[in-house]
């Protein structure tokens, strides 16, 4: 193939030159080219490999089938691979080069794959399993551990910077009436026709320009069809690809913002990923010229026909000299004449009889009845060799000098879109070809995507599409019809291969996956018989290809073997997406800092100005331990744990769940969520409450407040709020309706701020305008109090403790959260106290054998947790009725929660610890060490878990903590779980 | 009392931040924002509406996702048998359902100028052309998996409701989108 630019064709901007870097070395190109159009005018005919025999591989089309020059474009992080050159835009700077080669596309080692082809045949690496014969040597797993380092490493094509993206995606949605994918004729008769109708109109066009084939015309004027498309009020969305069809006329969609440009900001996103809802879709996808399987048509210097003709009339470029046609239709013969006039030597292999054609240059030598039988030439065409097309076995009649051999073995509609909603295509035998199937959806397949050929038809059928879509929407009632399908003068003639007449033949049915019709005759014998099953020992079909270019060849071979006809034999399924979606688009924002949404407290900045070291405990960020001068996580820990037990330590506890209960029944709905009495509990007073699930089992537990008659404030674990809050609404909106209750979410409203130590109530104390409230008498231990701060900011005081020690928790509107902090710190540093995180919070409750998440587990019963006397027998309650099945009751070995100490006080053991018996260490023991923590008032390291039989079982028994995880066994003994302050007097000082 | 602290204080620095010269989106946060979640019993829905018309003197009661807008006040119908009193104080009666104050439990940030449209849509999958979204209508989505409340004051000129923990990370990511299209903060 010899291509060069020339003058008087081509629609781009010679007034621009643009330069870009090929395989490290510069050339030159044109404002509106393709990577592909530059490079064929630059006269490049090799760039790429193929998959696996290394075979060189040149441009084979000019659009998104393309299947041989699948480059890498970009270096370092901004290296993208396996980009269609035929779909890449040209712009200043652009670096690309050819993959799947070493050391480069022109010599690559790799190459000696071809001589070796007998050994990658298809199914290859499934047979590696079986061992080899006729040893069988290492059969099974073993020979597929030796040989998949080798083939994983061999397979794939292009490789990654595994470097970070540097580029920024995002997500879109849109709305309209009608979205219209493809702006060929079709599409834009459609476009016109609705949005003159004053519909919504979204023309979507995978290219950057409009007009789909008709870019191809001379006499075709892309940007006065923009004007008045966008003059009637249709949205444009060019370079952008409908890649699926999803439920309900979801679309999904891939607008490259910036891939043709040089962009290194992240303003503007590289690629943004839309979904957009339409009322109705009409889908003018267009049809892809398809090959003809033969020896070597693969060489550099193959090409699909109408491929040329774009080259020509929009790039300017002449993609050979002495060119060579085969086909066994008629849409060639327009671009043969047009070849013709750019000067190069045209020959036309017809497979056909003969063909009555009105306008065609008779200058052109037509061969009928002749099919190309084989490529002569390794790097560049040679010659083909031709043969009779009635003369089966082929063998070879003659020989034709040539640089190129343009190819079309027909067309096949762009049915993909429709596929993906389960729509099965229609053969056609008269036209050759798959024909979208028929839908019940608000899906309308117009022009050549319908099976429509000619321009005028196409037209036609846009405007009955747009007329279509407005009868199912009930704004049209005017008649219409599609025309029929084809539209050539002369009947096309079925040619999927010519056989070669000798061994070893590589004629490819899919190019990308380096698949040969001898593969397929292969999976035959071996019995992949069906087409999925040919799909996927083959590979046919699979990857950037998706069955654009190899699918009816391949499945014509089949129908052929299996002596049945091709819709006997079927086609597979397309799935989305129809060209490639980066990994980056799906992801759109939803990257870095923003890989999930951060939660904070209203405290977050102010515990961060106070030196809090953060932890993230579900969506939430949460202070772990505040160190002073250098401390370590433990030092600083044991430090804020035995302040508070000294003095006063102060603590956001905004994370927990808080839910507003009113209404005239909130006391019954409440009395029947938890397990305890709440019928009797007096206003102002909190309780301690345990919540079931429906089997028995504890969802969660906390606490709730009585603030009037008929209004609770009911807290909840950090880790369960939204799921108790949506156990709650559903209780009411289908388990008892009849209650009168509204429940909100107020999580976000209050912040709570808990203060713990004996130093707690003097150091409160001084921050409130009525100090008297938080006396003993006035408010005692599970004693609620609303009160103002010194400032007069109402505040809510509940007497409570997690850590044991006389405590209080303090909820304030979330906007005051900061300057109440300010004010309790101030006070709490009176009485040398401490901030103190989740790490000293963790560890002032496993000394008091408090349960958390790490214990509810969704495993534990209300007796397992030590709890079973807030189960009350008098009333129903959810969980009630299943709580009490003999499973769950009447086994008396189950786990149950106690307390662990290290046999060796200089122990340390790890939550997650299994426990075991003394010589029974195996399995999942007899229980489990859930949290653990080093007791500074104890001086040694403590643990809570759960054995079976519980404390009376195994008391003054050693037992052997086993952690297979770190390796690790020590003895441990059990103790009661409440190893500080048993009888609770501190709380209720 | 105290001043109330926004939860976007940390990073809320008003300015014009353009792109290609221009600024085609506004964000100002209502920092200082009273809100009363007004609930209604099922029965009682006929009864509340004509209070909601005698006592805030309003030609009419929204309709579901529906709002209208005073000189002083809004009300939003954001749930069937729900209201959101905006900068009014309102209180139902037990007899026609429950009030709650949640005035710090949402972070709001007004979104306007031309491009306001299209930056929400980047994050919401809400039709807000003006045939479906028109002026004072309501929704509830969700950007980046948080739930969010939508209240359109009039042609591209929103109300976002972000949960007040969320609402630190949803202006961060809102901003950085609104950087192609140009923006500026406005001051409190």
Not at chain 1, 548 to 569: C, F, Q, R, T, Y
Not at chain 1, 788 to 810: A, H
Not at chain 1, 956 to 979: A, Y
Request: aromatic share 10%.
């Amino acid at each position: 193939m010899s291509s060069k630019r020339i003058d008087n064709f081509g629609k781009i901007n010679r007034d621009k030159i643009i330069s870009f870097n090929w395989e490290k070395k510069n050339y030159f190109g044109y404002e509106g080219d393709t990577l592909a159009s530059a490079l064929l005018a630059n006269n490049i005919k090799i760039v790429g490999r193929s998959f696996k025999y290394h075979r060189p591989r040149g441009i084979m089309s000019c659009g998104v089938e393309e299947s041989g020059a699948l480059v890498t474009i970009g270096s370092l992080e901004k290296r993208d691979p396996n980009v269609r050159a035929t779909s890449q835009e040209l712009y200043q700077g652009l670096e690309a080069s050819g993959q799947n080669a070493f050391p480069n596309v022109n010599f690559d080692f790799g190459e000696i794959n071809n001589y070796l082809s007998r050994f990658f045949a298809a199914g290859f690496y499934y047979k590696t399993f079986m061992g080899v014969p006729p040893f069988e040597w290492g059969s099974g797993t073993s020979i597929w551990m030796f040989f998949e380092k080798i083939i994983r490493k061999a397979a794939g094509m292009g490789k990654l910077s595994r470097l970070a993206d540097p580029d920024s995606y995002e997500h879109a949605h849109d709305f309209c009436d009608i979205l219209i994918v493809g702006s060929g004729p079709a599409g834009i008769a459609a476009a016109k026709e609705a949005a003159d109708k004053k519909l919504d109109v979204i023309l979507v066009e995978q290219d950057s320009l409009l007009g789909g084939d008709q870019i191809a015309e001379k006499e075709f004027d892309t940007n006065k069809t923009l004007q008045e498309l966008k003059g009637l009020g249709v949205r444009i969305m060019n370079r952008t690809t409908a890649f699926g069809l999803y439920d309900n006329c979801v679309i999904g969609l891939i607008e490259r913002v910036t891939d043709h440009i040089y962009y290194d900001k992240k303003d503007i996103p590289r690629q943004r990923f839309w979904t957009i809802r339409a009322k109705h879709i009409i889908v003018g996808s267009g049809s892809l010229e398809r090959h003809i399987a033969f020896n070597n048509n693969d060489i550099p210097g193959v090409m699909t026909v109408n491929a040329a003709k774009h080259y020509l009339n929009r790039y300017g470029v002449l993609t050979g000299k002495d060119i060579v046609i085969a086909t066994n239709n008629d849409s060639v013969y327009n671009t043969a004449d047009l070849l013709s006039q750019a000067g190069a030597k045209v020959v036309i292999l017809d497979s056909r009889k003969e063909v009555k054609l009105d306008n065609f240059n008779n200058n052109i030598q037509v061969k009928f009845e002749t099919v190309p039988y084989s490529i002569n030439g390794s790097r560049k065409i040679k010659s083909i060799d031709i043969a009779d097309a009635n003369h089966q076995p082929y063998s070879k009649i003659d020989s034709i000098s040539c640089d190129q051999v343009l190819i079309s073995g027909g067309w096949s509609p762009a049915v993909h879109l429709l596929s993906h909603r389960g729509v099965k295509a229609k053969w056609n035998a008269e036209n050759l070809c798959f024909l979208p199937g028929d839908t019940k959806e608000k899906i309308t397949m117009i022009g050549s995507a319908r099976g429509i050929w000619n321009k005028s038809d196409c037209i036609k059928s846009g405007i009955a599409g747009a007329l279509d879509a407005m009868h199912h929407m009930g704004l049209s009632k005017t008649n219409y019809f599609f025309p029929k399908e084809g539209g050539w003068s002369n009947p096309i003639q079925p040619l999927y291969e010519v056989k070669y007449n000798k061994s070893r033949s590589k004629s490819f049915v899919d190019y990308q996956h380096d698949v040969t019709a001898d593969d397929v005759r292969l999976a035959h014998r071996e019995g992949f018989i069906s087409v999925e099953h040919l799909k996927r020992y083959t590979t046919l079909g699979m990857a950037n290809d998706q069955g654009k270019m190899g699918n009816i060849i391949g499945l014509s071979l089949m129908a052929d073997l299996l002596d049945k006809d091709i819709p006997e034999v079927g086609t597979t399924v397309f799935r989305p997406p129809y060209t490639p979606v980066s990994i980056g688009a799906l992801a759109g924002r939803n990257v870095g800092k923003h890989f999930r949404p951060l939660r904070v407290t209203p405290m977050h900045q102010w515990n961060l100005d106070h030196g809090a070291i953060m932890i993230d405990v579900g969506l939430y960020q949460r202070p772990w331990y505040f160190p002073k001068n250098n401390e370590t996580l433990s030092e600083s820990y044991i430090r804020e744990t035995t302040t508070v037990r000294k003095s006063v330590g102060v603590c956001d506890v905004t994370s927990l769940g808080k839910i507003a209960i009113q209404g005239p029944d909130a006391t019954e709905f409440i009395n029947r969520v938890y397990s305890n009495a709440f019928a009797k509990l007096p206003i102002g007073k909190t309780r301690y409450g345990i919540m079931l699930r429906d089997d028995g089992i504890v969802m969660d537990d906390g606490t709730s407040w009585r603030l009037s008659e008929n209004e609770y404030l009911m807290t909840t674990s950090t880790a369960q709020a939204g799921k108790v809050m949506s156990w709650l609404e559903e209780l009411l909106q289908t388990r008892w309706t009849d209650l009168k209750v509204n429940v909100t979410s107020v999580s976000e409203q209050w912040a709570a701020a808990a203060i713990s130590g004996p130093k707690s109530r003097e150091a409160i104390k001084n921050c409130l305008e009525n100090p008297s409230l938080i006396e003993n008498k006035n408010l005692p231990f599970m004693g609620f109090v609303s009160a103002n701060l010194k400032d007069g900011t109402p505040c809510r005081i509940v007497r409570i403790s997690f850590s044991g020690e006389l405590g209080y928790e303090i909820y304030i509107g979330s906007d005051y959260a900061n300057s109440m902090m300010d004010l309790i710190w101030k006070e709490v540093q009176n009485y040398n106290g401490c901030l103190y995180g989740l790490e000293a919070l963790g560890a002032l409750r496993v000394e008091k054998g408090h349960v958390t998440g790490a214990e509810l587990d969704g495993r534990v019963t209300i007796e397992d947790a030590g709890l079973g006397k807030m189960a009350s027998t008098k009333k129903s309650y959810i969980g009630s009725a299943m709580r009490t099945r003999g499973s769950l009751s009447a086994n008396k070995d189950r786990e149950q929660l106690v307390g662990f100490f290290p046999v060796d006080k200089k122990e340390t053991f790890d939550a997650g610890t299994i426990v075991c018996e003394k010589n029974k260490i195996k399995g999942s023991g007899i229980g489990r060490i859930t949290s653990v923590t080093h007791s500074p008032e104890l001086g040694h390291w403590i643990g809570i878990g759960f054995v079976q039989g519980g404390k009376e079982k195994w008391h003054n028994t050693t037992l052997i903590g086993s952690d297979p995880v770190r390796n690790k066994q020590m003895e441990i003994e059990v103790v009661s779980p409440h190893m500080i302050d048993p009888e609770g007097k501190r709380m209720h000082a | 009392m105290h001043n109330r602290h926004s939860a976007l204080d940390s990073n809320y620095f008003p300015g014009d931040y353009p792109f290609n010269n221009e600024t085609n989106i506004s964000f100002k946060e209502y920092n200082n924002i009273n809100i009363k979640q007004i609930s209604c019993w099922p029965e009682a829905l006929e009864k509340a509406e004509s209070f909601l018309k005698k006592e805030l003197e309003l030609p009419y009661v929204p309709q579901f996702n529906k709002g209208i807008v005073e000189k002083k006040f809004s009300l939003w119908r954001i749930e069937p048998l729900k209201w959101w009193a905006i900068d009014k104080e309102i209180n139902f009666s037990e007899e026609l359902g429950t009030t709650l104050e949640i005035s710090h439990s949402f972070t709001c940030i007004s979104i306007s100028g031309e491009n306001a449209t299209l930056l929400l849509n980047r994050h919401l999958p809400l039709d807000l052309r003006s045939i479906n979204f028109s002026e004072c209508s309501s929704a509830s989505s969700a950007i980046h998996h948080v739930s969010i409340k939508l209240l359109k004051y009039s042609d591209n000129n929103y109300h976002l409701f972000i949960p007040r923990g969320f609402g630190l990370s949803i202006w961060e990511i809102l901003l950085e989108t609104a950087k192609q299209f140009g923006y500026k903060i406005l001051e409190r």
